[in-house]
Protein backbone atom coordinates (compact mmCIF):
# COMPACT_ATOMS: atom_id res chain seq x y z
CA UNK A 1 0.00 0.00 0.00
CA UNK A 2 1.24 3.36 -1.14
CA UNK A 3 1.37 6.15 1.36
CA UNK A 4 -0.30 9.14 1.20
CA UNK A 5 2.63 11.50 0.78
CA UNK A 6 4.06 9.26 -1.84
CA UNK A 7 0.58 9.28 -3.89
CA UNK A 8 0.16 13.23 -3.17
CA UNK A 9 3.08 13.80 -4.66
CA UNK A 10 3.42 16.72 -7.54
CA UNK A 11 5.43 17.06 -10.37
CA UNK A 12 8.96 16.74 -10.27
CA UNK A 13 8.10 17.13 -6.74
CA UNK A 14 11.00 15.23 -4.28
CA UNK A 15 10.51 13.66 -0.82
CA UNK A 16 13.48 15.23 1.22
CA UNK A 17 12.85 14.45 4.38
CA UNK A 18 10.48 11.81 5.99
CA UNK A 19 9.90 11.94 9.52
CA UNK A 20 7.71 9.87 11.82
CA UNK A 21 5.75 9.92 15.61
CA UNK A 22 7.81 9.15 18.54
CA UNK A 23 7.63 6.12 20.23
CA UNK A 24 8.60 7.75 23.45
CA UNK A 25 5.58 9.80 23.23
CA UNK A 26 3.17 6.83 23.09
CA UNK A 27 4.69 5.28 25.86
CA UNK A 28 2.36 5.31 28.95
CA UNK A 29 -0.48 4.17 25.87
CA UNK A 30 2.33 1.43 25.40
CA UNK A 31 2.90 0.55 29.06
CA UNK A 32 -0.68 0.60 30.07
CA UNK A 33 -0.95 -1.68 26.82
CA UNK A 34 1.10 -4.23 27.90
CA UNK A 35 0.21 -4.18 31.56
CA UNK A 36 -3.20 -4.68 30.60
CA UNK A 37 -2.70 -7.31 28.58
CA UNK A 38 -4.10 -10.20 30.90
CA UNK A 39 -7.28 -8.07 31.44
CA UNK A 40 -7.69 -7.97 28.05
CA UNK A 41 -8.01 -4.12 27.64
CA UNK A 42 -4.48 -3.66 27.18
CA UNK A 43 -4.48 -5.52 23.66
CA UNK A 44 -6.90 -2.79 22.69
CA UNK A 45 -4.43 0.15 23.77
CA UNK A 46 -1.52 -1.93 21.67
CA UNK A 47 -3.76 -2.06 18.36
CA UNK A 48 -4.56 1.87 19.11
CA UNK A 49 -0.51 2.94 19.74
CA UNK A 50 0.11 0.78 16.52
CA UNK A 51 -2.69 2.50 14.01
CA UNK A 52 -1.70 5.90 15.57
CA UNK A 53 2.44 5.19 14.90
CA UNK A 54 1.26 3.92 11.36
CA UNK A 55 -0.86 6.23 10.13
CA UNK A 56 0.86 9.11 11.24
CA UNK A 57 2.96 10.80 8.06
CA UNK A 58 5.28 13.44 7.68
CA UNK A 59 7.57 14.42 5.45
CA UNK A 60 9.48 17.79 3.96
CA UNK A 61 9.56 17.87 -0.09
CA UNK A 62 11.26 20.60 -2.54
CA UNK A 63 8.05 21.92 -2.70
CA UNK A 64 5.81 21.31 0.64
CA UNK A 65 5.59 20.27 4.24
CA UNK A 66 2.99 17.53 4.64
CA UNK A 67 1.19 15.97 7.63
CA UNK A 68 -1.42 13.16 7.72
CA UNK A 69 -2.81 11.94 10.75
CA UNK A 70 -5.43 9.33 11.06
CA UNK A 71 -7.10 6.26 9.87
CA UNK A 72 -10.78 6.67 9.58
CA UNK A 73 -10.96 10.38 10.34
CA UNK A 74 -8.22 12.51 8.96
CA UNK A 75 -6.06 15.71 9.61
CA UNK A 76 -3.77 16.56 6.79
CA UNK A 77 -1.56 19.87 6.60
CA UNK A 78 0.08 20.93 3.75
CA UNK A 79 2.37 23.95 3.54
CA UNK A 80 4.07 25.35 0.44
CA UNK A 81 7.94 25.95 1.25
CA UNK A 82 7.45 29.35 -0.38
CA UNK A 83 4.96 30.43 2.44
CA UNK A 84 6.85 29.04 5.35
CA UNK A 85 8.03 31.83 7.85
CA UNK A 86 9.29 30.50 11.28
CA UNK A 87 9.67 26.76 12.64
CA UNK A 88 9.50 26.10 16.33
CA UNK A 89 10.37 23.68 18.19
CA UNK A 90 9.64 22.51 21.42
CA UNK A 91 11.31 19.92 23.75
CA UNK A 92 10.14 19.02 27.44
CA UNK A 93 13.44 17.69 29.25
CA UNK A 94 11.91 13.96 28.49
CA UNK A 95 11.78 15.31 24.89
CA UNK A 96 15.36 15.93 24.67
CA UNK A 97 16.33 12.60 26.70
CA UNK A 98 14.77 10.72 24.54
CA UNK A 99 14.71 12.42 21.40
CA UNK A 100 11.40 13.39 20.53
CA UNK A 101 9.05 17.15 20.58
CA UNK A 102 6.57 18.97 18.48
CA UNK A 103 6.91 21.55 15.87
CA UNK A 104 5.49 24.79 15.04
CA UNK A 105 5.40 25.93 11.73
CA UNK A 106 4.09 29.57 10.78
CA UNK A 107 3.53 31.14 7.85
CA UNK A 108 1.68 33.34 5.65
CA UNK A 109 -2.13 33.74 5.14
CA UNK A 110 -2.23 30.92 8.34
CA UNK A 111 -1.84 30.30 11.55
CA UNK A 112 0.47 28.26 13.32
CA UNK A 113 0.22 24.46 12.44
CA UNK A 114 1.35 22.48 15.05
CA UNK A 115 2.74 18.84 14.33
CA UNK A 116 3.24 17.46 17.87
CA UNK A 117 5.28 13.97 18.85
CA UNK A 118 7.56 13.99 16.29
CA UNK A 119 10.85 11.89 16.76
CA UNK A 120 14.06 13.38 15.99
CA UNK A 121 12.61 17.03 15.92
CA UNK A 122 15.32 19.19 15.06
CA UNK A 123 15.99 16.82 11.79
CA UNK A 124 12.44 17.92 10.59
CA UNK A 125 13.35 21.35 11.06
CA UNK A 126 16.93 21.27 9.77
CA UNK A 127 15.39 19.38 6.63
CA UNK A 128 12.73 21.95 6.38
CA UNK A 129 15.32 24.82 6.62
CA UNK A 130 17.44 23.40 3.84
CA UNK A 131 14.69 22.73 1.49
CA UNK A 132 13.71 26.38 1.53
CA UNK A 133 17.22 27.37 0.63
CA UNK A 134 17.20 25.64 -2.33
Known sequence: MASYIEG???NDETILHQGHI???SMFPLIFMGILLT?????LILLIVAYIRY???ELAVTNKRVVVKTGLISRKII???IIKVESVEVEQSVMGRVFNFGALRIAGTGFNQ???PNISDPMAFRKALTQAQTQ
Open 8 to 10: SLL
Open 54 to 56: KTT
Open 22 to 24: SLW
Open 38 to 42: PVGVG
Open 78 to 80: EIN
Open 113 to 115: API
